[in-house]
């Protein structure tokens, strides 16, 4: 059956089934493709095809198009994902663990400790145990002397520390 669709811009004179067809094979294809990106399988293309079926079904054929319509527009709108795979969507790689603290020769630590004590500064417990205190007190050492702030312990450090006092 022909019918003439008529908008106020422009009049289509094929057949109204056409129309749904083109219209079904156009939602089903986009949902699908969307589907597919996001790896959903062909669900959306089937739901969107016999929605937009189900609604030209009713204008063509009223009560009783709107059951074919939807079957057909499932069949259709589904159509555009059968042949290819659902893939889920990559995930992102968690960050990698941040590496081990650097383990330092103990007795050195303890000496820098005593010494940033003894220089006014707050390194935590003299302990021998690099810690967030230690580093802090040792970079706080390094910048007010004009020492590059490494925030790490070393023979050199501890030996300007003694030559200030400390």
Same mark, same amino acid.
């Given at each position: 059956?022909?019918?003439?669709?008529?908008? %106020?811009?422009?009049?289509?004179?094929?057949?109204?089934?056409a129309?749904?067809?083109?219209a079904?094979l156009?939602i089903?294809t986009a949902?699908?493709?969307?589907?597919?990106h996001?790896?959903? @399988?062909?669900a959306?293309?089937?739901?969107?095809?016999? #929605?937009?079926g189900?609604?030209?079904?009713?204008?063509?054929g009223?009560?009783?198009?709107?059951?074919?319509?939807v #079957?057909?527009?499932?069949?259709?709108g @589904?159509?555009?994902?059968?042949e290819?795979?659902? +893939?889920?969507?990559p995930?992102?790689?968690p960050?990698p663990?941040?590496p081990?603290?650097?383990?330092? &020769? %103990?007795?050195?630590?303890? &000496? #820098?400790q005593t010494s940033?004590?003894?220089?006014?500064y707050?390194?935590?417990?003299?302990?021998?145990? +690099? @810690?967030?205190l230690?580093?802090?007190? #040792?970079?706080?050492y390094?910048y &007010? &002397?004009r020492l590059p702030?490494?925030?790490?312990?070393?023979?050199?450090?501890? %030996?300007?520390?003694i030559?200030s006092?400390?």
């Amino acid at each position: 059956m022909i019918r003439i669709f008529r908008t %106020s811009r422009f009049t289509y004179g094929a057949p109204l089934s056409a129309i749904a067809v083109s219209a079904m094979l156009l939602i089903g294809t986009a949902t699908g493709a969307d589907a597919w990106h996001y790896g959903r @399988g062909h669900a959306p293309g089937v739901v969107g095809g016999a #929605i937009v079926g189900g609604a030209i079904g009713a204008a063509i054929g009223g009560k009783k198009g709107i059951l074919p319509g939807v #079957i057909g527009g499932a069949i259709i709108g @589904g159509s555009g994902v059968l042949e290819t795979p659902a +893939y889920a969507s990559p995930r992102r790689r968690p960050p990698p663990p941040p590496p081990p603290p650097p383990i330092y &020769n %103990s007795g050195l630590v303890y &000496n #820098i400790q005593t010494s940033l004590t003894r220089l006014g500064y707050r390194p935590g417990p003299v302990d021998g145990v +690099y @810690g967030q205190l230690t580093a802090d007190a #040792i970079s706080a050492y390094e910048y &007010n &002397n004009r020492l590059p702030v490494t925030a790490q312990p070393s023979q050199g450090l501890y %030996s300007h520390m003694i030559r200030s006092g400390g």
